[in-house]
């Protein structure tokens, strides 16, 4: 069995309220969605925070995964990533966007560096080089930074349809990339 049909087998006993498998789940995930949501958040007591937010609704919420309708993981880092990104709206007084650095090509070092180094980073850095560069530049600022569509629009300088389609575009091919 491999790691993706685990961790799926792992959200369907959250579901019936196993709690050994919800200490699994944890102790498989937390590691990896900490480091996402420290990218977006950039603090890691608002990070410790959120990473608790996501685990509560990943309990709450196991019985709406659907496997038919992509990985465990992906299912669980959208949880992460939008919760995150609700994180920053919350704390928007206190944060500017101008603070923010550009995004690395690829982390040196971190949490998050370790978490793209983990289980099938190869092949994500394999398919994020085959897109173009506007698309990639427009994926990581949307789901690395955890920009919303009109802040990359803002800050490519470019307009909001054209980030859309970029991002829509790269995300379908990141898609049939990996699914390969």
């Known amino acids: 069995m491999n790691s993706a049909e685990q961790l799926a ?5 959250c579901c019936l309220g196993d709690r050994k498998a919800f200490e699994q789940l944890y102790t498989r995930a937390s590691p ?15 990070a ?7 685990f509560v609704q990943i309990w709450y919420r196991a019985g709406d995964y659907h496997a038919g309708r992509g990985s465990a993981w992906s299912w669980m880092l959208g949880i992460a990533r939008f919760r995150a990104i ?13 603070e ?21 980073a190869e092949q994500v850095q394999r398919c994020l080089g085959e897109l173009t560069p506007e698309q990639r530049n427009s994926v990581s600022l949307a789901f690395l ?14 307009p909001l349809g054209t980030v859309k389609s970029w991002v829509r575009r790269g995300l379908l091919a990141l898609r049939r990339c990996l699914e390969a």
Do not use: K
């Not at 930074?145 to 470019?158: F, K, M, S």
């Open 9 to 13: 087998d792992l959200l369907a006993a």
């Open 100 to 120: 923010v650095p550009e995004p690395a090509s690829a982390p040196a070092s971190g949490p998050f560096a370790e978490a793209v180094r983990a289980d099938g």
């Open 86 to 98: 609700d994180c920053l709206r919350r704390q928007r007084p206190a944060v500017s966007l101008d």
């Open 145 to 158: 930074e955890g920009l919303t569509h009109g802040e990359v629009a803002r800050r490519l300088g470019t």
């Open 32 to 46: 990896h969605l900490f480091a996402s949501v420290l990218r977006i958040v950039r603090r890691r007591d608002l």
């Open 48 to 54: 410790e925070e959120v990473l608790q937010e996501v």
